[in-house]
Antibody, heavy 120, light 108 residues
């Protein structure tokens, strides 16, 4: 059974940093691209970033380019999102999700999410 | 960026009724790269449909997807109690990947 478990969320001041982690199990992690998708409370879904399974190619939405960095450690079956220069508008639940291949770009398994709150 | 627009915002229906949800893309380049997800309160999204019309593993046949070009539809043939939720479309053609704003299907 595929399992994705996010951690690392919390309350941070504007301008601060957080690193999210997503521990994966139940599948061959390196064979699949992975993404982060966020959802502000009561709002819709927003794709944030994606990373290839083995080639490490990365993609970002414009609003986080230069501030967020996605990475992965295939030896630890873990996905990361380093978030710097956080803004109030980054407040959201952050979900990690598994691609069905190498950038098929639809997502068949999701974690339960971790909440990031940016506030002074 | 490809903008995805869903309508209506809210659909009020009774169990057993047919639900028709619409999704429009701002560009026709998405071809057949369109997915649908269901999200219930407090839960993560769940993949229903990809490639416009292919049901994901374990998804009941009452869910069907159709469309082409810029206009796409998710149909639930006969609403069950567990189907009342928010539904999102997502284009998986080009980066940045984008979702529609969602359609809430509520009990009438």
């Amino acid at each position: 059974e595929v399992q994705l478990l996010e951690s690392g969320g919390g309350l941070v001041q504007p301008g601060g940093s957080l690193r999210l982690s997503c521990a994966a199990s139940g599948f061959t992690f390196s064979n699949y691209a992975m993404v982060w998708v966020r959802q502000a409370p009561g709002k819709g879904l927003e794709w944030v970033s994606g990373i290839g399974g083995s080639d490490g190619r990365t993609f970002y939405t414009d609003s986080v380019k230069g501030r967020f960095t996605i990475s992965r450690d295939n030896s630890k079956n873990t996905l990361y999102l380093q978030m710097n220069s956080l803004r109030a508008e980054d407040t959201a639940f952050y979900y990690c999700a598994k691609d069905t291949g190498q950038f098929s770009n639809w997502f068949d398994s999701w974690g339960q999410g971790t909440l990031v709150s940016v506030s002074s | 960026e490809i903008v995805m627009t869903q309508s209506p915002g809210t659909l009020s229906l009774s169990p057993g009724e047919r639900a028709t949800l619409s999704c429009r893309a701002s560009q026709s380049v998405i071809s057949n790269y369109l997915a649908w997800y269901q999200q219930k309160p407090g839960q993560a999204p769940k993949l229903l449909i990809y490639g416009v019309s292919t049901r994901a593993t374990g998804i009941p046949v009452r869910f069907s997807g159709s469309g082409s070009g810029t206009e796409f539809t998710l149909t639930i043939s006969s609403l069950q109690s567990e189907d009342f939720a928010v539904y999102y479309c997502q284009q998986h053609s080009a980066w940045p990947l984008t979702f529609g704003g969602g359609t809430k299907v509520e009990i009438k």
